[in-house]
């Protein structure tokens, strides 16, 4: 079992940056993969970046390539997403989620195996 708490969300002007945790529990967590998602109301869960077990490989769509980064701390059992020059469109729930693999997981949320309850992340015009 890993159980993932997010935080670090909030309110923030347009072009401003968060950074997002996931704490995870669980003495397995090297061993998943990790993702982020978000879900703007009234809309399906969208993925925005993952990462391997081992933190060397990343992966993330074009909508926030080059905007938004994720690592990952072993050592604090930590996934971390910043997000640079915020655009009032990435107002949403952003979501942690583990999957037991050893390749990049996937961009379905259906693939993942766990969630976090979610971080309300707003950006203002």
């Known amino acids: 079992q890993v159980q993932l708490v997010e935080s670090g969300g909030g309110l923030v002007q347009a072009g401003g940056s968060l950074r997002l945790s996931c704490a995870a529990s669980g003495r397995t967590f090297s061993s998943y993969a990790m993702g982020w998602f978000r879900q703007a109301p009234g809309k399906g869960r969208k993925f925005v970046a993952a990462?391997?077990?081992?933190?060397?490989?990343?992966y993330s769509p074009d909508s926030v390539k080059g905007r938004f980064t994720i690592s990952r701390d072993k050592a604090k059992n930590t996934v971390y997403l910043q997000m640079n020059s915020l655009e009032p469109e990435d107002t949403a729930v952003y979501y942690c989620a583990a999957k037991s693999t050893y390749l990049i997981p996937g961009t379905l949320p259906d693939e993942y195996d766990y969630w976090g309850q979610g971080t309300q992340v707003t950006v203002s015009s």
């Open positions: 990462i391997s077990y081992s933190g060397g490989s990343t």
